[in-house]
Nanobody
Framework: QVQLVESGGGLVQAGGSLRLSCAAS????????TGWFRQAPGNEREFVAA????????YYTNSVKGRFTISRDNAKNTVYLQMNSLKPEDTAVYYC????????????????WGQGTQVTVSS
């Protein structure tokens, strides 16, 4: 079993940056791919980015390509999401999750989820 805790969210002005962290417990974490998702009020949860188990491959939704970077440090059991050039439409609760399948944007293919961290981008 894997437990995930997100942190690093907050309030930032448009054009600013934030780095989210996803800290995992569980010896099997390094064997999983990890994804970031987000959910804005009234919207479905949507895929943002994913990284494979060793960090060699990444996958992004089109709206964040060139602005967001996903990375991982398996020695620290942590996955990061560096978010630059933030826009008001990036405002959402951001979740990390783990899956054996990579790449995948389907929420049902992710096995464990964190509780989320709020990101608010003001215009």
């Amino acid at each position: 079993q894997v437990q995930l805790v997100e942190s690093g969210g907050g309030l930032v002005q448009a054009g600013g940056s934030l780095r989210l962290s996803c800290a995992a417990s569980g010896r099997t974490f390094p064997t999983y791919a990890t994804g970031w998702f987000r959910q804005a009020p009234g919207n479905e949860r949507e895929f943002v980015a994913a990284i494979n188990w060793d960090g060699d491959n990444t996958y992004y939704t089109n709206s964040v390509k060139g602005r967001f970077t996903i990375s991982r440090d398996n020695a620290k059991n942590t996955v990061y999401l560096q978010m630059n050039s933030l826009k008001p439409e990036d405002t959402a609760v951001y979740y990390c999750a783990v899956a054996y399948k990579f790449p995948t944007y389907r929420t049902y293919e992710y096995d464990y989820w964190g509780q989320g961290t709020q990101v608010t981008v003001s215009s």
